[in-house]
C-alpha cells in the first residue's frame, strides 16, 4: 500500500511493475520507520507524520527507479 501511495505521489508515468512497487513500499515503510524512530523516540505515536514520511520514502524511491528505467 506504502508504494502504491508513493506512486501517487510521482507525477507522470511510472514505468516499473508491481514487484518493484512492491520494494519501493518496502523501503518506504523500513526507511521512513527509521527515520521517524530518530525523530521521535514513539512513532506510534505520531502515527500520521511516520505515514507521511513513509510515503515520502517511496515516492522518492519510485522516482529513482523509474528515472533508472527511461535513462537505460
Excluded: D
Amino acid at each position: 500500500m506504502i508504494g502504491a501511495l508513493g506512486r501517487l505521489v510521482v507525477p507522470g508515468p511510472n514505468p516499473i511493475g508491481f514487484g518493484r512497487t512492491l520494494l519501493c513500499g518496502w523501503g518506504g515503510a523500513i526507511l521512513g520507520g527509521v527515520v521517524a524512530r530518530v525523530l521521535f523516540r514513539n512513532p506510534g505515536a505520531h502515527w500520521f507524520v511516520t505515514l507521511v514520511l513513509e510515503v515520502l520514502v517511496a515516492a522518492l524511491l519510485v522516482w529513482l527507479f523509474s528515472k533508472r528505467r527511461t535513462m537505460a
